[in-house]
């Protein structure tokens, strides 16, 4: 059973637009939302996070919603670049449940030139 | 500060040879897990390590061992390849105090098992 879910597996986005990309779960008790961006040949890394105290978190050009009674958040990168062309992972945490993160399975994100 | 490293970079196996993963952190965290990641099924956890001297079970466990060495390196064990476990191994730490922790990932080891 797929506790967190990317239903999308792309996304291709013109260069300078918005890049909106989404994750649904289903476990109430998750608490801690994240998203790693992952280059091929690389390995994850931390691109922002969002406690469920919250509903929006803004880091530049990365802002992430989260609607905890929809179980749903969203990723919005303003304006899209030709290097956040990557795998993006939506991840969600239990605090206290020895920190073990479900991933989501990915979204390709293409961003046009 | 090199982060999170991991050896080797790519290994090729015959079925039923064995290997040793390895990973080293040095930002002094508690807490390190190995996924693997496949093709359409994300990062999946194998297992993880709350603390130096513990060890437990993730999503996939079967056909392999880990051991956390010290509070540095944790390697990952395949006794027995299998072509199944080809696949991208990935060693991540955090600080491991259970509060909303990041976690932060190694470059990955490229497995193939012919």
Redesign the interface.
């Known amino acids: 059973d797929q506790q967190v879910k990317q239903n999308s597996p792309s996304l291709s986005v013109q260069e300078g637009r918005i890049s909106i990309l989404n994750c649904d779960y289903t476990n109430s008790m998750f608490d801690y939302f994240l998203w790693y961006k992952k280059y091929p040949a690389e390995g994850p890394t931390f691109l922002i996070s969002i406690s469920s105290i919250k509903d929006k978190n803004e880091d530049g050009r990365f802002t992430v919603f989260l609607n905890k009674s929809a179980k749903h958040l969203s990723l919005h990168i303003v304006p899209s670049q030709p290097g956040d062309s990557a795998v993006y992972f939506c991840a969600a945490d239990q605090t206290g449940a020895n920190s073990k993160l479900t991933f989501g399975k990915g979204i390709t994100l293409s961003v046009r030139p | 500060n090199a982060g999170?490293t991991q050896t080797p970079k790519f290994q090729v196996l015959k079925t039923g040879q064995s290997m040793t993963l390895q990973c080293a952190q040095d930002m002094n965290h508690n807490?390190m897990?190995w996924y693997r990641q496949d093709p359409?099924?994300?990062?999946?956890?194998i297992y993880?390590s709350?603390s130096e001297g513990t060890t437990?079970k993730?999503e996939v466990p079967n056909g392999y061992n880990v051991s956390r060495l010290n509070k540095r390196e944790f390697s990952l064990r395949l006794e027995s390849a299998a072509p199944s476990q080809t696949s991208v191994y990935?060693c991540?730490s955090?600080d491991?105090d259970?509060?909303?922790?990041?976690?932060?990932?190694?470059?990955?080891t490229r497995l193939l098992v012919l």
């Open positions: 999170v807490s897990y359409g099924m994300g990062l999946r956890l993880y709350a437990d993730g990935f991540a955090s491991g259970w509060l909303q922790e990041t976690q932060y990932f190694g470059p990955g």
